[in-house]
């Protein structure tokens, strides 16, 4: 079984210059090349290929639109971006919209190509310089993940009972308090956990429970 992939690539010569390189590969084949992200949109999902080798920056659309539109449909699809683009907006809008890896244009034929076996794989292959900056915005994202210690045991108690889809008046009548404080404790706790609403607080709740 080969594994199948897909190019959408706007600049010619490098999206020709790829398919020559992985259909020389005897375990891949090129089963679809896109010049434009309209094209690939109405079309990639009926393909469903193994790994989509993904351009950031089309023509006509961004490449994490196409992603963000098809990857509910196409579960089983790897998508790599690969783009000359290196800040980090770009990198993490790619990686909260689906992509599994994310390559840097200039990097040779034999890691992109190990990085297509790698996604293939269940691995989220990316340039080392990439790499740096999802590590270092991590170490920068840990402190606010501490502000859960900073929680009283009280405030504990109420992030419980939203997690577990209470609103504030059943949660004031369960605890014998007012509903003003039940939504004084809410506001602190989104304080302590910098979020900014109840989503984002049980999101982050669930994080320190598992």
């Known amino acids: 079984m080969k594994i199948t992939i897909a190019i959408v690539e706007d600049e010619k010569n490098y999206n020709n210059a790829l398919k020559k390189v992985i259909d020389y590969q005897d375990d891949m084949k090129v089963v679809a090349q896109f010049f434009d992200g309209r094209e690939a949109l109405q079309q990639l999902s009926d393909l469903s290929p193994d790994v989509v080798m993904m351009d950031i920056q089309l023509q006509d659309m961004l490449g994490i639109e196409i992603i963000e539109k098809l990857k509910q449909q196409m579960p089983s699809t790897q998508f790599i971006m690969c783009t000359s683009f290196e800040d980090d907006e770009k990198i993490f809008n790619s990686l909260k919209a689906g992509a599994m890896g994310y390559?840097?244009?200039?990097?040779?034929?034999?890691?992109?190509?190990?990085?297509?076996?790698?996604?293939?794989?269940?691995?989220?292959?990316?340039?080392?310089?990439?790499?740096?900056?999802?590590?270092?915005?991590?170490?920068?994202?840990?402190?606010?993940?501490?502000?859960?210690?900073?929680?009283?045991?009280?405030?504990?108690?109420?992030?419980?009972?939203?997690?577990?889809?209470?609103?504030?008046?059943?949660?004031?009548?369960?605890?014998?308090?007012?509903?003003?404080?039940?939504?004084?404790?809410?506001?602190?706790?989104?304080?302590?956990?910098?979020?900014?609403?109840?989503?984002?607080?049980?999101?982050?709740?669930?994080?320190?429970?598992?």
């Open 103 to 210: 390559l840097v244009k200039g990097e040779s034929m034999d890691k992109i190509l190990s990085s297509i076996r790698d996604a293939y794989n269940g691995g989220a292959p990316m340039s080392f310089s990439i790499a740096r900056k999802v590590l270092s915005h991590f170490e920068r994202k840990l402190p606010q993940i501490q502000g859960f210690n900073e929680l009283t045991e009280r405030e504990k108690e109420i992030l419980e009972l939203l997690s577990q889809g209470l609103l504030y008046k059943e949660i004031a009548d369960k605890k014998f308090i007012s509903i003003d404080t039940v939504k004084k404790h809410v506001g602190n706790i989104y304080r302590k956990l910098h979020v900014n609403n109840k989503v984002e607080a049980i999101n982050k709740f669930n994080h320190f429970k598992n």
